[in-house]
Structure formats: structure tokens, C-alpha cells
């Protein structure tokens, strides 16, 4: 099992910076990949970032590509998401997931369907 809390969110203006945190714990070993995904309301979830547990292969959505950007800390087991130019769109749930899977096409990765194991996310608001 694994465990994963966020933390960071919060209320900003347009324009502004957050940095979203993710800590998993318990079976950290068998974690292969940790994604941020966000749902606005009447939305579908949709993914944001992953990034390797090795700290390697990251990727992004086109909407934040150029103004987010995913990193972890080795040493404390933290992915971070820091999140800047904020945009009132970028307003949601932000939730991390672990996948235990090891995919070829890391194109998997921005679905849902590879993770196994969720945060219960933290809101983030950005006013205009």
C-alpha cells in the first residue's frame, strides 16, 4: 500500500506562484511514477505533470507546459509541482497518484487508469 498526502495549495491571484507538494509513504519501493492530476468543478479529472520515480521522464499538459514545472527530492521521497503564471482556468483539485506499473509508452501515464494509489488532493484558486 501507499499512502500519498499533498499540501500547498491555496488561494492566489492571477498571475501568482504555488508549489504543490506530494509525500507518499508505506511501499515507496514499489512506486514506479507519481502524476498530478486536477478536476474543476463539472469537470472531468485531467492530468497535469508526471514525472519517474527516479526522478526522470517527466512530462506536462499543453496547458501548463512553460509555467509549471515537476521535481523531487530523492533524499525525502517529495514530488513537487511548482506552479507559476497561474491562470484563473487553473483553478481545481490538484491530486497526486502513484503508479506501481512500468509502461513502454509513457503515454499511459496521463491516464487515470495507470495508478493505483491516490491523494485526496488540495484546492488550488486562482482569481482574476
Known amino acids: 500500500q501507499v499512502h500519498l498526502v499533498e499540501s500547498g495549495g491555496g488561494s492566489v491571484q492571477a498571475g501568482g506562484s504555488l508549489r504543490l507538494s506530494c509525500a507518499p509513504s508505506?511501499?515507496?519501493?514499489?512506486?514506479?511514477?507519481i502524476g498530478w492530476f486536477r478536476q474543476a468543478p463539472g469537470k472531468e479529472r485531467e492530468f497535469v505533470s508526471f514525472?519517474?520515480?527516479?526522478?526522470?521522464?517527466?512530462a506536462y499538459a499543453d496547458s501548463v507546459k512553460g509555467r509549471f514545472t515537476i521535481s523531487m527530492d530523492n533524499a525525502k521521497d517529495t514530488v513537487f509541482l511548482e506552479m507559476d503564471n497561474l491562470k484563473p482556468e487553473d483553478t481545481a483539485v490538484y491530486s497526486c497518484?502513484?503508479?506501481?506499473?512500468?509502461?513502454?509508452?509513457?503515454?499511459?501515464?496521463?491516464?487515470?487508469?495507470?495508478?493505483?494509489?491516490w491523494g485526496q488532493g488540495t484546492q488550488v484558486t486562482v482569481s482574476s
Open positions: 497518484a502513484a503508479s506501481t506499473e512500468y509502461y513502454w509508452d509513457t503515454y499511459t501515464y496521463t491516464s487515470t487508469h495507470a495508478y493505483a494509489y
Open positions: 514525472i519517474g520515480w527516479n526522478g526522470a521522464d517527466a
Open positions: 508505506g511501499r515507496t519501493d514499489s512506486i514506479s511514477l
